[in-house]
C-alpha cells in the first residue's frame, strides 16, 4: 500500500475508481465528486470555446444522437490520481446511413514504426513527440449533425446542439481527423509516403546539408 497526501491507494482497478456515469459523478457522497465535476466543465468549456456547436431546433423527423460524458481517473506508477477527466462523446452507434468508406482512418503499421526508430537510432537522429488536445474537434463536418446535450445541460426550450466539428464517438470523426491532418501537413510541404500513407516526410537543407524530416500522422486515438 503507498500512502502519498492523505491518499490510499490500494490495488483498486482504475475502473472502480472512475463513475460509471453523470450521476455518480456528481454523487455528494463521493469524496471526489468536486474534481469530476470541474472535469466536465473543462470539457464543456473546451466546445464552446472551440465553436464545436451551437443550439438549434432539430428540424422534423431529424436523427439527434445521444451524448455521454466518459469519465478516467489517470494514476501515476504508483496508482496515485494525477488527473480528473471527462470526455464527452457521441454514441456514434446510433448514426444512420454510415458507409464504412466513409468510416475508415488509416493507422501507422507498428512495422513502419519500429523501422523509423531504428533508422533514427542508427543515425543518431532526434525523435520529437507532441499530442494535439481533443484532436478530433480540429475536423469540420461536411454537414450537421444533431447532438442531445448530457445530462446536466439540458435545455427547456428542447434544443439540441447542431454539431460543425468531428468529437469523439461519431463514426466518421477518425477519417475527418485524418483528413485535416493530412491538409495541414501538406501546408508544410510534406507529402505522405507510398507505402504507408500515416507517414510524411520533406526534404529541406540545413546548413548546407540535405536534411529529411518525417512525420507520423498518428497511432491512437486515445
Request: proline share 6%.
Amino acid at each position: 500500500m503507498w500512502i502519498h497526501s492523505g491518499w490510499q491507494a490500494c490495488c483498486y482497478p482504475q475502473a472502480s475508481l472512475s463513475p460509471k456515469d453523470y450521476l455518480d459523478a456528481t454523487d455528494p457522497a463521493r469524496s471526489d465528486h468536486a474534481e469530476w465535476e470541474k472535469a466536465a466543465d473543462e470539457e464543456w468549456d473546451s466546445w464552446k470555446r472551440k465553436e464545436v456547436f451551437e443550439w438549434v431546433d432539430p428540424p422534423p423527423g431529424a436523427n439527434v444522437i445521444e451524448s455521454k460524458l466518459v469519465y478516467k481517473l489517470k494514476l501515476d506508477a504508483f496508482n496515485i490520481p494525477i488527473r480528473y477527466k471527462a470526455r464527452l462523446v457521441a454514441r456514434g452507434f446510433q448514426q444512420t446511413g454510415v458507409e464504412m468508406i466513409d468510416a475508415f482512418a488509416p493507422m501507422a503499421h507498428p512495422t513502419t514504426i519500429r523501422l523509423l526508430v531504428s533508422i533514427a537510432a542508427a543515425n543518431g537522429w532526434d525523435i520529437k513527440q507532441a499530442d494535439i488536445s481533443t484532436a478530433y474537434l480540429s475536423a469540420k463536418l461536411p454537414e450537421m449533425i444533431y447532438l442531445s446535450p448530457p445530462k446536466g445541460k439540458e435545455r427547456k426550450d428542447g434544443k439540441v446542439m447542431g454539431l460543425k466539428r468531428a468529437v469523439y464517438g461519431l463514426a466518421t470523426s477518425g477519417a475527418l481527423w485524418h483528413e485535416c491532418f493530412v491538409d495541414k501537413m501538406k501546408k508544410f510541404g510534406m507529402e505522405p509516403i507510398t507505402d504507408d500513407n500515416t507517414i510524411f516526410r520533406v526534404k529541406k537543407q540545413v546548413d548546407g546539408v540535405d536534411r529529411e524530416l518525417i512525420a507520423r500522422s498518428w497511432w491512437t486515438t486515445a
